[in-house]
Nanobody
């Protein structure tokens, strides 16, 4: 069992930056690939990025490529999402999730955090 807790969300102006953190419980954190997703009101949850257990593989969806950076610190059981050049359309609840393998589909992730709200004003 892995418990995930996101933090770092908030209100930011367009063009600004935020860094989200996701702290995981348990001693097997490095065995999981970690992903970030977001969900805007009335929309489906969408994939943003993943990172493999040892950080050797990272992947970003086109909408965030070049603006967002995923990283992890296995010694701290934490995964991060650095978000730069934020746009109003980035407004959503952001979720971290854990998977047994690198994946982009929601159904492939078995543990989820509760989400953190990011609001980008124009």
């Amino acid at each position: 069992q892995v418990q995930l807790v996101e933090s770092g969300g908030g209100l930011v102006q367009a063009g600004g930056s935020l860094r989200l953190s996701c702290a995981a419980s348990g001693r097997t954190f490095s065995s999981y690939a970690m992903g970030w997703f977001r969900q805007a009101p009335g929309e489906e949850r969408v994939f943003l990025s993943y990172i493999s257990g040892r950080s050797s593989t990272k992947y970003y969806t086109d909408s965030v490529k070049g603006r967002f950076t995923i990283s992890r610190d296995n010694a701290k059981n934490t995964v991060y999402l650095q978000m730069n050049s934020l746009k109003p359309e980035d407004t959503a609840v952001y979720y971290c999730a854990a998977s047994r393998t690198i994946a982009t589909a929601v159904v492939d992730y078995i543990y989820w955090g509760q989400g953190t709200q990011v609001t980008v004003s124009s």
